[in-house]
């Protein structure tokens, strides 16, 4: 009540660049790992649906192919996204590198120093607006990449057809020659 003294409202502090850039090394390494497991798993589904084929389960070999075709787009969507990271990372590191150029030249012309004030603005004006571009190219990224992958995914039936057809073939091929092998009589003397 008698208390007219207001605390002063702090300011964030701002990230630190050594921060950011272990967080998108570590978020880049993430996504990676992520691609790499995707990818051993699918192989192992593979395998499976192999198995299916030559136990004559049909559907269940053609739910297996889904499944690793699903796993392989995960594997290329987060691959896709490591090198994202690992490219933003390179232009946080570059401007970095700007940034203490100028400080550099600031420090060494007052005639530089006066400019400075407004190449911050320009700068920041840049930063600021090639941060909504690139939000936008990511939104309309996604966007595209939604519609391809629901496209996609009537194609992807075909495709799990096709690859069905191929290992059935794959199956009796080898039956075949296991049965020519076997079959074949041996005359002794």
């Known amino acids: 009540m008698g208390n007219d003294s207001q605390k002063p409202i702090q300011q964030p502090k701002p990230a630190d660049p050594i921060e950011i850039q272990i967080d998108l090394k570590m978020a880049q390494k993430q996504f990676e790992r992520e691609s790499k497991k995707a990818e051993k798993e699918q192989i192992q589904i593979m395998e499976k649906a192999r198995q299916a084929v030559q136990k004559g389960n049909e559907e269940g070999a053609k739910l297996y192919l889904q499944n690793a ?12 996204m ?37 190449l911050s603005l320009e700068q920041m004006y840049g930063q600021l607006n090639n941060f909504e571009q690139a939000m936008d190219e990511l939104t309309i990224g996604q966007k ?8 996609n995914d009537i194609q992807s039936d075909v495709a799990i057809d096709s690859m069905l057809q191929n290992m059935k073939l794959e199956y ?8 020519q092998t076997n079959s074949k009589y041996k005359l002794y003397y």
């Open 69 to 80: 075709m699903a796993k392989q787009k995960f594997s290329q969507n987060m691959l896709k």
């Open 82 to 118: 490591s090198h994202k990271i690992d490219a933003i990372s390179a232009q946080i590191k570059m401007n970095q590198g700007n940034a203490q150029y100028i400080q550099q030249l600031n420090k060494i012309t007052p005639y530089l120093q006066h400019h400075s004030s407004n």
């Open 144 to 151: 595209v990449m939604d519609n391809i992958m629901n496209k």
């Open 172 to 179: 009796a091929q080898d039956i075949n020659q296991n049965f």
